[in-house]
């Protein structure tokens, strides 16, 4: 797979939301080059990721009396790529594995901007009642492999990734949850039952990512959690049994 972009690309999201009888998810997303890919059987693939523009997602949701929780997300990303690969499902597992090549080149800018203003939300039946996130990503790539895998993950962030979020919320019956992340590059590996796994991972970042945060709570029955993370590289690899 070859993508190139070098279009800007603008999501905008503005909303008003009262009285609601149900939960609301309200997501503002601008995306550069995306893979989704599954595979059933030993998998060749290789994927050529490249963005050379602008990418800007921004969200500015007011909601107030709504009896449910309320999810508010504004994302703006890259590149990015999903990779499952299941090489049992044939029934008759590849003595060669699977060969996984991820290649993903960010240049411009990714900028997420979240503006909340949430107030007399009740919250959900599962204990949630705010969340809100405002994440820009270079490039991310997230791998799940049932099998053996040869793989190679090159990630080059030439640009810049700021996370902005504004977050005002008060009387609410539920957990809250704020989140401002900007990341550069960010890669998951999750592989299980390999009789083999070999990883060779190349992160670059030249530009420091930034995240901020600005968030006011009053009368909030449940627990709070606030985030502001930027990082330049990120790898996580995790391998286990099947049935793990």
Known sequence: ???????????????????????????????????????????????????????????????????????????????????????????????????????????????????????????????????????????????DVTGSVNATNVQRFWGDARSNLDAKVQTVNGDVALTSAAIANTATYDVRDAGKFSLANYQITNVDPTATSSVSLLDVTGDVTTTTAAISNSLNVSTLPAGA
């Open 1 to 143: 797979s070859s993508q190139k972009n070098w279009a800007q690309i603008r999501a905008e999201l503005n909303a008003s939301v009262t009285k609601v009888t149900e939960d609301v998810t309200m997501t503002s997303a601008a995306i550069g080059n995306s893979l989704n890919g599954e595979f059933g059987g030993a998998a060749r693939v290789t994927n050529s990721q490249f963005n050379a523009a602008p990418i800007t997602s921004n969200l500015n949701v007011e909601a107030k009396d709504a009896l449910g929780s309320l999810t508010a997300t504004a994302a703006a990303i890259g590149n990015t790529a999903t990779i499952k690969v299941d090489e049992k499902a044939t029934g008759v597992p590849s003595a060669m594995g699977s060969t996984l090549v991820n290649d993903q080149t960010f240049v411009g800018l990714a900028t997420a901007n979240a503006r909340l203003r949430a107030s007399d939300i009740p919250g959900g039946a599962d204990g949630k009642g705010v969340t809100a996130t405002a994440a820009a990503i270079g490039n991310s790539s997230s791998v």
